[in-house]
């Protein structure tokens, strides 16, 4: 029972940390590996804005996820579309993005004290003899309606229409108008506030580090490679199955092993199918 | 509207004595042996003095050291990059790799370092090419990403499993002589494995290496086995890296997992992006220029991480071809304004 909870909670927290990678990644094929940067960064601004200007908790998280957005765009805007098409490059530059800005915080405010967000609710319930904390159960709920949301978005707005769009054939896309570049701009700030979201829903749960900045990318890159590079359903089910798989090997073998398992799944997906599990690309493109 | 636009643009052409030196005729004044022997004598002599310019302060000789280490991976990556096709984000593995078989085969069986840096390279390189033979049917991004996760993979499996002396390392591996040695070895390995190298690319094999890189379905058509040849790329470059990581552990007596952390993976493509990518001399350059600038800045901790990766983006957007290619324009040609 307990690792049925745990695995769940676990499995929403990857699908979260993912969807802004992978929606990066179908709508613009940009693997953007700056997004554990821009999760990291949300936490400090968030906290600065908490702590330093004494903002009620709420008007922080929506001022720090608009200032993300506006960091994604700029991001996109002025270093990515430079390069785009060329992947090597393009993989290279946001890493190098990713870096600096991690690396950066590291240096400027992260060091030696400890932050953390408060949590949403305090207190705990207990789920057939399982404790679990309320702040746990509300990640799986807006977990929840993020993908809900995401999924109308998409599917019933026309500017979801218009990234969907983007996502299945860019050329198409473009004779019938839709201005590929800026969506890939709003794709990025799109992307960046889901980190946000991601990072403002599970930080308070642990501290906010520097370290959390590269495990949510390899957490992303795992979920999506596995799911599929660009497919959200696959994403979220990526995440399901790393997540219990997650749980059950800390459950058995212990907690060393839980990225391990995360970095297998990788190589074990991209040597067998590297298309992932609901990937769309066709075989040749990617392995000879 | 009558006045009519005056446009220019710029010419580039060929300097005389280039086209000259480019024949058979090469040989025919000391002005063209000058000419094509320059810049080569100009790198070997000056990282042959180098050693001895700063033997006053033996710290900058340890940087020295560092130095050919790094470019010792540049060169691997902008080898596996620019001519095989692999983009390999995970140089740490091969430096991990060849540090800990040194260590161990120095620790465990008791070899002298002449020994165990030769055999490091081998078997080192042998160990990255099985490793990564799996993922060698990927391309483009797919092999990047598997590339950058091994590293990790490794430092975390040694922790988790708690082998090789866990989070400690391997301690009392045997230094080397003295520093001489060290210093001298470590810019020989740069320089021929530098020279070789450029001889190689331009050999047959090299001539498969650059096939697979632009069509591996043509070259698979005419019947040769692309997996084999990038295995053999990748046998090169990891050679050449723990060729490196063996030096490394012998130069600090020590093998352990931060061999596998993110500076190795990080440093050679900075440099190989700031000197020029497909150059193999690129990133030699890349690495003179930017690991004296991450000792300057040993000082500020991980902000040299960051300034890295900001030289590196700012690089990779404005200037993408890199100071080697640039000066090798300037050197080889001339420019001119033209009516047109």
């Known amino acids: 029972m307990e690792i049925l909870i745990y695995g769940l909670i676990n499995s929403v927290s990857l699908a979260l940390m993912a969807l802004g990678f992978t929606l990066v990644y179908g709508v613009s094929r940009l693997p953007n590996f700056a997004h554990g940067s821009l999760y990291v960064t949300v936490g400090f601004i968030t906290w600065l804005l908490l702590n330093r200007l004494g903002l009620p908790y709420p008007v922080a998280m929506l001022i720090s996820l608009g200032l993300i957005a506006l960091v994604g765009a700029a991001t996109y805007n002025f270093i990515l579309v430079r390069i785009r098409g060329m992947a090597i490059s393009e993989i290279i530059a946001s890493y190098a993005i990713g870096l600096a800005i991690l690396e950066g915080l590291r240096w400027g405010g992260l060091k030696g004290t400890t932050l953390t967000l408060p949590v949403f609710a305090q207190g705990s319930v207990d789920i057939l003899g399982v404790t679990v904390d309320f702040h746990r159960l509300l990640v799986i709920l807006l977990g929840a309606l993020l993908v809900g949301g995401l999924w109308l978005f998409v599917n019933h707005t026309k500017l979801g229409l218009a990234l969907k769009g983007m996502a299945q054939d860019e050329r198409a896309a473009l004779t019938l108008g839709i201005d590929s570049d800026r969506m890939a701009v709003f794709s990025m700030a799109l992307g960046a506030v889901m980190a946000g979201l991601a990072a403002l829903v599970l930080l308070p749960l642990g501290n906010i580090v520097v370290e959390s900045g590269y495990h949510v990318l390899i957490m992303a890159v795992a979920v999506c490679i596995v799911g599929g590079l660009g497919s959200w359903t696959g994403a979220v089910l990526a995440a399901f199955i790393i997540g219990f798989a997650q749980i059950l090997t800390t459950a058995w073998m212990g907690p060393h092993f839980q990225v391990v398992v995360a970095l297998l799944a990788i190589i074990v997906t991209l040597i067998s199918r590297p298309s992932g599990l609901f990937g769309r690309q066709k075989e040749l493109e990617e392995r000879v | ?340």
């Open chain 2, 1 to 340: 509207m009558e006045a009519v636009m005056q446009s220019r643009r710029k010419e580039r052409v060929d300097r005389g004595i280039k086209v000259r030196t480019d024949g058979v005729y090469a040989v025919s004044s000391w002005r063209e042996i000058t000419y094509l022997v320059a810049p080569r004598l100009l790198l070997i002599g000056g990282l042959v003095f180098l050693p001895l310019m700063f033997s006053a302060v033996p710290y900058w000789q340890k940087v020295l050291s560092i130095i050919c280490i790094y470019s010792l991976l540049a060169i691997s990556f902008d080898f596996l990059a620019h001519f095989v096709g692999l983009v390999s984000l995970g140089g740490a593995l091969y430096i991990g790799i060849g540090a800990y078989t040194a260590a161990l085969l120095n620790t465990h069986l008791g070899l002298p370092p002449i020994l165990t840096i030769p055999l490091a390279t081998i078997l080192g390189g042998g160990i990255c090419t099985l490793l990564l033979w799996p993922c060698l049917p990927l391309r483009g991004v797919y092999f990047a990403i598997v590339s950058l996760m091994f590293p990790l993979l490794a430092a975390r499996v040694i922790e988790a499993l708690d082998i090789f002396g866990g989070t400690d390392g391997i301690l009392g591996v045997a230094g080397l002589p003295n520093k001489w040695v060290e210093m001298y070895v470590l810019l020989g390995a740069v320089l021929i494995i530098l020279f070789g190298l450029r001889r190689l690319v331009n050999e047959d094999v090299g001539l498969v290496f650059r096939g697979v890189k632009d069509n591996d379905q043509a070259v698979k058509a005419s019947g040769i086995n692309i997996i084999t040849f990038k295995a053999l790329g990748v046998f090169i470059a990891s050679a050449m890296g723990c060729l490196g990581g063996a030096m490394l552990s012998h130069l600090y007596m020590w093998a352990g997992i931060s061999q596998f952390a993110l500076d190795f993976s990080i440093i050679p493509i900075a440099a190989t992006v700031v000197g020029g990518g497909g150059t193999l001399a690129g990133p030699v350059l890349g690495c003179l220029l930017l690991v004296p600038i991450s000792e300057l800045l040993r000082d500020f901790g991980t902000l040299r991480i960051a300034v890295y990766a900001v030289i590196l983006c700012a690089f990779i957007v404005f200037k993408s071809e890199g100071l080697m290619v640039y000066g090798s324009r300037k050197y080889q040609q001339f420019e001119r304004w033209v009516q047109i």
